[in-house]
């Protein structure tokens, strides 16, 4: 099956820097890439998506990219707030609308 | 995007018994799933809910420890059956809304805070 790994598992920035977090998977027929934000005691909340036939997508401050022929895509948070403080997932697709998760990364934004 | 709501939101339990879940959609979905999330740990899926028919559960989950109901397209609930304190977790479940079967984004309800003592 798929296996997604995610890097750093935790990323420390000032407020107002960028943050960039990267995720790798092994199953080139993946073709849908979610991220996932979850907040302490909160449930995990879709932040933004992208499929394997674009390279790039970007909602305000935070964008995505896809690497498919390194089987890679970054989340990107610019301008970072203390609320963008939280644990990031990163997922891949797998067949029958499954989802493959990473380990998450604890993002940490210094006021 | 649907609202998707879990009884119990937490509880406390004693271990050889068991524990039954219920996941509430306000609108008809194709696909709902059922997720644990142990403490500072990413999300394994248990098990996909299927309408009118078994459940088909991911590799280490078995029915008999997790059966899971799926009787309509608005309602699934997910048991978990003589519990053991390896068992406390946040039990979650997510949808799939989109009647497109390209579609993969899911959405998650509140969670369910289960301890075992």
């Known amino acids: 099956g798929e296996n997604v790994e995610q890097h750093p598992s935790t990323l420390s920035v000032q407020e107002g820097d960028s943050a960039v977090i990267k995720c790798t998977y092994s199953d080139s027929a993946s073709n849908y890439f979610p991220w996932y934000k979850q907040e302490l005691g909160k449930r995990p909340q879709l932040i933004i998506d992208?499929?394997?036939?674009?390279g790039e997508k970007k909602d305000q401050r935070i964008a995505v990219t896809l690497n498919k022929t390194a089987k890679h895509f970054s989340l990107h948070i610019t301008e970072t707030q203390p609320e963008d403080s939280a644990v990031y997932f990163c997922?891949?697709?797998?067949?029958?609308?499954?989802?493959?998760f990473g380990k998450g990364n604890q993002v940490v934004v210094i006021p | 995007s649907a609202v998707i709501s879990q009884k119990p939101s937490r509880d406390i339990c004693q271990r050889g018994t068991s524990l039954t879940i219920q996941c509430q959609v306000d609108s008809q979905v194709t696909m709902m799933f059922w997720y644990r999330q142990q403490p500072g740990q990413s999300l394994t899926l248990i098990a996909t809910?299927?309408?009118?028919?078994?459940?088909?559960?991911e590799s280490g989950f078995v029915i008999d420890k997790f059966p899971i109901s799926r009787p309509n397209l608005t309602f699934s609930t997910l048991t978990v059956s003589n519990m053991s304190p390896e068992d406390s977790s946040i039990y979650l479940c997510?949808?799939?809304?989109?009647?497109?079967?390209?579609?993969?984004?899911?959405?998650f309800g509140p969670g369910t805070r289960l301890t075992v003592t």
């Open positions: 992208i499929r394997s036939n674009v």
């Open positions: 997922a891949a697709s797998e067949g029958n609308n499954r989802l493959a």
């Open positions: 809910a299927n309408q009118g028919s078994e459940a088909t559960y």
């Open positions: 997510s949808v799939v809304s989109s009647t497109h079967s390209s579609s993969y984004e899911q959405y």
